[in-house]
């Protein structure tokens, strides 16, 4: 199958390295302005009448969470692409992007024990969200040990990409049981955070880290598939080297 | 259709005899339900907590042990190669290795399955509950596990990538048979977990061929 028109322009390994080679650089200063504005908002808004201080933690733990998910949705698409037309700069993206998301989502584990600390008096609870976070860590770790166990590339990376559908398709299913079984067993405490609703001051500072973990993602994502066709091209270059 | 069948009474037989076929799993079971009281104590009250989730989570854990074999074995002598050639379309061919893996390792763990869970202090009216999750679990367990044997092909360390591969995955059939298992236990109707549970094994069994058969072909090509 051929790549739409609109996309093609994914398909040329020379103009992806022309287009992210200033791309990448410009989203990660974006990346760092904003986390920057995001942090200083965040630092100065007023603690919370529950919280306290600890609602700083907010900032830098939904951000986290969020683009664990959608590093997912990132893997599947590249995947997908790979996977169909057999796309050898998808395949890139897909290689490039698990252990990113891996990252973020082992971040927002690991900020969301942080906070569940003072919060709950528990490092972990087997909250339906933070169970359901886990399962994807894990589903993360399992497509890069597959990957990494497969010696022939092109192989490792079809096999790998099969597996994130597979898991694309999963994770609906496993985020829903995990919720289902959570009602089952009554959880322990009320896992309401930040109140019913969140004020502005709150909001305005959540929405600039959200975007600047975003601009981070994506820069690093960049920087990431750049580094991943040079390995590729070192590597041909080097095998022809030996053959001659 | 004579194909098929000759294929399916060649799984069978290869699952059943190479390697101690069952016996293999019930004896992995066996001790893992054995080891749970050296771990948690042996005081009724507790085991009768934990035992038959301990004892409906082992299922899962000893129906990974012979997976690794699954496709690995026909990859190595070439025999994988041939059945891609056959006439049986490659997807039969997964759905018959993965229903042989079920009849040869779950199915018979879903029968020894009471036993532990009586030996775990569980209540003997949950007898008929066990072998019915078991035996759906077992679908789901065999299948889905089917799919991480047939990515792992050509893989170093094949077992332990495919238990990594597989046991997020088995994560919702877990947890619905662990919700029957309870609702049976506390007297409550056990329909809604059971239902859920047959249907992440249809879908299993429906779904889960077509992937392997993808995964096969990229391992042979």
């Known amino acids: 199958m051929r790549l739409p028109r609109q996309l093609e322009f994914l398909s040329l390994p020379d103009r992806f390295m022309a287009v992210s080679a200033w791309l990448a650089p410009t989203i990660g200063a974006l990346a760092v302005l904003l986390l920057e504005f995001g942090l200083w908002f965040g630092f100065k808004v007023p603690p919370d009448y529950q919280q306290g201080a600890t609602v700083l933690i907010m900032f830098i733990h939904v951000p986290a969470a969020w683009l664990s998910m959608f590093g997912y949705v990132c893997l599947a698409v590249s995947s997908f692409l790979s996977l169909v037309f057999r796309h050898a700069l998808a395949d890139a993206a897909a290689k490039a992007c698990a252990p990113l998301g891996a990252g973020f989502t082992a971040l927002a584990l690991a900020t969301g024990s942080l906070w569940g600390r003072p919060m709950w008096g528990a490092w972990w609870v087997w909250d339906a969200r933070l169970t359901s976070v886990l399962v994807l860590l894990l589903f993360y770790l399992g497509y890069i040990a597959l990957r990494a166990s497969i010696e ?93 | 259709m004579k194909g098929l069948n000759a294929l399916i009474r060649r799984e069978l037989s290869l699952a059943y005899g190479g390697g101690g076929g069952p016996l293999l799993a019930l004896a992995f079971y066996a001790s893992l339900v054995a080891l749970l009281p050296l771990a948690a104590g042996r005081n009724p009250q507790m085991l009768g907590a934990v035992g038959p989730g301990v004892a409906w989570l082992g299922l899962a854990l000893a129906s990974l042990l012979s997976l690794e074999r699954l496709f690995e074995r026909d990859y190595e002598d070439g025999a994988l190669d041939l059945l891609a050639m056959g006439p049986v379309p490659l997807e039969a061919v997964a759905l018959a290795k ?54 792992a092909l050509g893989a170093k360390r094949g077992g332990l990538l495919v238990a990594v591969v597989v046991l997020p995955l088995f994560a919702p059939p877990v947890i619905f048979g662990a919700a029957a298992l309870d609702a049976a236990r506390n007297g409550s109707s056990p329909v809604t977990g059971l239902l859920l549970l047959a249907a992440y094994a249809a879908a299993a069994v429906g779904l889960t061929p077509i992937a392997m058969a993808a995964a096969c072909r990229n391992a042979l090509d």
């Open chain 2, 98 to 151: 993965a229903g042989a893996q079920f009849l040869a390792v779950n199915a018979p763990l879903a029968v020894a399955a009471p036993v532990a869970s009586i030996a775990l202090a569980a209540p003997a009216s949950l007898i008929p509950m066990t072998i019915l999750t078991g035996l759906l679990g077992g679908l789901a367990f065999a299948f889905v596990g089917g799919l991480g044997a047939a990515l």
């Open chain 1, 152 to 244: 022939d590339e092109n192989r490792a990376g079809r096999a790998a990409a099969i597996l994130a559908l597979v898991g694309a398709v999963n994770l609906p299913v496993v985020h829903w049981s995990v919720n289902w079984w959570n009602t089952l067993h009554q959880g322990s405490s009320v896992f309401r955070v930040g109140g019913p609703t969140l004020a502005a001051v709150y909001l305005i500072p959540l929405l600039l880290m959200a975007l600047g973990y975003t601009a981070a993602f994506g820069a690093l994502w960049l920087v990431r598939i750049r580094a991943e066709l040079w390995r590729r091209k070192a590597r041909t270059l080097s095998l022809q080297a030996a053959n001659r």
